[in-house]
């Protein structure tokens, strides 16, 4: 078996509105349940905004520490599934049924080097 991360990346702005969240939210709720009946979900999670990340990089003997995230752009990622399935074509099988619950995010498929 071989681990996938799926990766959810959002537009940069404001949370969109209860009426619109609200439903994605029960269906992405239905997702994992049924990836965890399959027995492929390892574990998800979202994340809080770019502007409470924290990035640190070593320059020789020191490490500098910035605020915000490690690059500016018009997305950032969201949050991310993990799972754990026979192969790629299983991988993107879940992926497919991520990114139709969620609309018009995109979803990157990753695998774990082992």
Do not use: C
């Amino acid at each position: 078996m071989n681990q996938y991360l799926l990766s959810i990346y959002q537009p940069d702005g404001p949370i969109p509105e209860p009426e619109v969240l609200q439903p994605i939210l029960r269906e992405l709720q239905a997702l994992n349940e049924e990836m965890q009946a399959a027995g492929v979900w390892v574990f998800a999670a979202g994340l809080h905004p770019p502007d409470t990340a924290t990035v640190l990089k070593a320059h020789g003997d020191e490490v500098l520490i910035t605020d915000g995230p490690f690059t500016e752009g018009k997305e950032h990622l969201g949050g991310f599934t993990v799972i754990q399935v026979d192969d790629l074509d299983a991988a993107l099988h879940w992926a497919r049924r991520l990114a139709k619950v969620l609309r018009n995010l995109s979803v990157e498929v990753r695998p774990f080097q082992s």
